[in-house]
C-alpha cells in the first residue's frame, strides 16, 4: 500500500448487533485485533469485537442487562492473552445503570467482571484504558472521598 494512503478495513452500521460508535483503539493479539463499541451490539449496551487485518469482524461479546458492564468506552489490556477492560456504567450495584466495572474477556468471549464499583467511594465509571505493571492499575472520572476521580489497582 502506497505511503498515506488509507483503507477501510470494517464499516460499523447503524442499530447493527455489531455495535456501533468504537471510541478507542485497538489491541492485538497474535495478530488479531481487539477493541470496543460503546453503544448497540445484541442488547444496546456495547460490544468486544474482534476484527482480522483482511477486515472479518466478529462480535466476541454483547454486553447483556448490564450487570456484567455498560459502555465499554476504553480500549482493552492484553495480559498474556487475556483482555481486561473497562465500561463506565452498569455493573452489580446501583441497578443496570450502575457506576461501571472492570472486566476480563478470553479471546472466545468469555466474560468476567473482576469489580463493580459500588456508592462512589472506590470511583465513578472508568474511562480511560488499564495499563499493565505487574498488576492492573486504572482510573475513574468521577467518586472517591472528594468526588473528583480515582486512581485504583486490582489484580488481573
Known amino acids: ?30 495478530g488479531t485485533l481487539y477493541g470496543t463499541t460503546f453503544l448497540s451490539g445484541a442488547y444496546g449496551y456495547g460490544t468486544v469485537f474482534s476484527i482480522t487485518t483482511g477486515g472479518k469482524e466478529k462480535v466476541v461479546h454483547s454486553f447483556g442487562n448490564g450487570t456484567d458492564g455498560k459502555g465499554p468506552q476504553a480500549g482493552l489490556t492484553d495480559v498474556g492473552g487475556t483482555l481486561y477492560g473497562t465500561t463506565i456504567g452498569g455493573g452489580s450495584n446501583c441497578g443496570t445503570n450502575g457506576w ?18 459500588g456508592m462512589g467511594t472506590d470511583g465513578i465509571s472508568p474511562y480511560a484504558r488499564l495499563i499493565d505493571v505487574s498488576g492492573l492499575y486504572g482510573t475513574t472520572y468521577k467518586g472517591g472521598t472528594s468526588g473528583y476521580g480515582t486512581a485504583f489497582s486490582i489484580a488481573p
Open 1 to 30: 500500500m502506497p505511503r498515506g494512503t488509507e483503507k477501510v478495513l470494517y464499516s460499523f452500521r447503524a442499530s447493527a448487533s455489531d455495535g456501533t460508535t468504537p471510541y478507542s483503539g485497538l489491541t492485538d493479539v497474535k
Open 100 to 117: 461501571g466495572t472492570v472486566f476480563k474477556i478470553t479471546t472466545s468471549g468469555t466474560e468476567n467482571v473482576k469489580h463493580s464499583f
